[in-house]
């Protein structure tokens, strides 16, 4: 018996506490290099550049191969001879990010390695001229791939009266495809065919420019759309970017909010996580602008850190793609001990995801202090739940869905937890009933949310009418969805 001392080495920029942990597969091998199945193993390695935070695991004598899949969809593999009483070091090299300042966007799959990126595609010069001409008051463009360096900014109101920043020339509703009914704002009724951009159309973003936080006003404004009826509204927004996000801000608390750090291909944008008074909810979103339409970002904000207890950064990611239909946006929570499980669920790896269900028992136990980390774990479990007989985690989930109505995915997670367990028609109904409840709370905090809702709702809309109404409404919606970001981003407007 010897000790092999493993970790990952990656960058990240880590605040005090333990650094994030992923399953490594440790599997020994025979004397003719095959692998012994019984002897499968799963431990949870550090990801670190330190040697101090090495995972130390008692093994036998002889060969084994080791594997590690990180969020990125990066294999690592290496192999080890362990010699009795002889202990020894394995590392794992992962790839690079980057730059320092995006190793978290990085370690979630938000952004190419140094590798393969930065060098072969810049941010166009139109999109900095085109910026502009619109009077962003974004910086000035620096040198190629050089950071900018702007420390924690602060944020500041917009100006609310200034019709030069709107442009608006006819009625703000109408002007984005909407209308105004009983005191409803609705879809307007149209045959046109939402537009698109042509597939080789080249992206023009700039990185640094300010993006906008919407939190809730003190005092709602009957236009106010976005967390009413998200579901019919927001498919049907057309029009100019700055009529869009006038659209957007009616009734919300609007910020700019201007990058941490940003040079020409890329920038971080430090999200307020404030806590909202007791009693009172106050869902934030972000809004990125893109050249016909905005990209809209569900904020997973107040997050507190599952380990420590702090609240957690949360930052949103702007890179330039290649492509104008592309996503440009991104978010990443910082928290160290959920890192890698937030980063599977954006890839929909829940066989990934499975293996760390002993984590989402914590979370969903702890989730008075932290909802959005309970409906994180949520996911990972009902995602991977075979056993139909009565675990203590289908109570969490049940009460996630009741004590958090502002968490939409608490309803989702339950619904589809009685439709993959089922037993009788009861739960068919019930499921029915909580995937209508998550439609009526608005847009769910995680992206798999939105695709767990259109499926639910599909399923249970033969028996239901009103199910196959609120289907329809998800699948608009769902057409615009990011296919790769963890929590929500949706691409409103020109696509």
Request: proline share 7%.
């Amino acid at each position: 018996m010897s000790v092999v001392r493993m970790r990952i080495n990656k960058y990240l920029q880590l605040a005090d506490g333990p650094p994030p942990l992923v399953f490594a597969r440790i599997t020994r091998m025979d004397d003719r290099g095959r692998s012994v199945p019984s002897s499968l193993r799963h431990e949870l390695v550090p990801i670190s550049t330190h040697e101090g935070d090495s995972l130390s695991i008692d093994l036998d004598s002889g060969a084994y191969a080791v594997e590690v899949r990180l969020p990125t969809g990066e294999l690592l593999s290496d192999s080890v001879r362990v010699r009795e009483g002889v202990d020894q070091d394995l590392v794992l090299m992962a790839e690079a990010s980057p730059h320092e300042w995006l190793s978290w966007q990085h370690l979630a799959g938000n952004t190419p390695s140094r590798n393969r990126s930065l060098h072969s595609r810049s941010a166009p010069r139109e999109a900095h001229e085109a910026e502009a001409r619109e009077g962003s008051g974004s910086a000035p463009p620096a040198s190629k791939s050089r950071p900018r360096l702007r420390g924690m900014p602060e944020a500041y109101s917009l100006p609310r009266g200034d019709t030069g920043y709107l442009r608006l020339t006819r009625d703000l509703m109408e002007s984005i495809g909407l209308r105004v009914a009983d005191g409803l704002v609705l879809a307007a009724e149209t045959d046109i065919v939402p537009a698109t951009w042509p597939p080789e159309e080249p992206a023009q973003v700039n990185p640094g420019s300010a993006i906008h936080w919407l939190g809730r006003a003190a005092v709602s404004n009957e236009r106010e759309f976005l967390r009413r009826l998200p579901w019919q509204t927001l498919p049907a927004l057309k029009g100019s970017t700055d009529n869009i996000l006038a659209g957007l801000q009616a009734g919300a608390s609007d910020r700019a909010i201007n990058p941490s750090v940003s040079d020409d291909v890329g920038a971080v944008f430090p999200i307020p996580n404030e806590h909202p008074e007791r009693g009172f909810v106050n869902r934030g979103f972000a809004a990125v602008r893109r050249r016909m339409g905005v990209e809209l970002i569900c904020l997973p904000t107040p997050w507190v850190e599952t380990r420590s207890g702090r609240d957690a950064v949360v930052e949103v990611g702007v890179q330039v793609p290649r492509y104008e239909h592309e996503f440009a946006s991104s978010v990443v929570v910082r928290d160290q001990q959920l890192a890698v499980l937030l980063g599977f669920l954006s890839t929909g790896a829940l066989s990934a995801v499975n293996r760390l269900a002993e984590v989402s028992n914590v979370m969903l136990f702890e989730k008075n202090e932290n909802p959005l980390a309970a409906a994180a774990g949520g996911y990972a479990l009902v995602g991977s739940a075979v056993d139909a007989s009565r675990q203590p985690w289908h109570h969490w989930i049940e009460n996630l869905m009741g004590r958090f109505a502002h968490v939409p995915d608490g309803a989702i997670q339950y619904g589809t937890m009685r439709l993959r367990l089922r037993k009788s028609a009861d739960d068919v109904r019930a499921a029915a009933e909580a995937f209508k409840e998550a439609y009526r709370r608005g847009l769910p905090f995680y992206g798999m949310g939105v695709r767990w809702l259109l499926d639910g709702l599909e399923r249970t809309a033969a028996e239901d009418a009103e199910a196959q109404e609120m289907a329809t409404a998800v699948r608009r919606l769902a057409s615009r969805l990011h296919p790769q970001s963890a929590f929500t981003i949706l691409r409103l407007g020109k696509r």
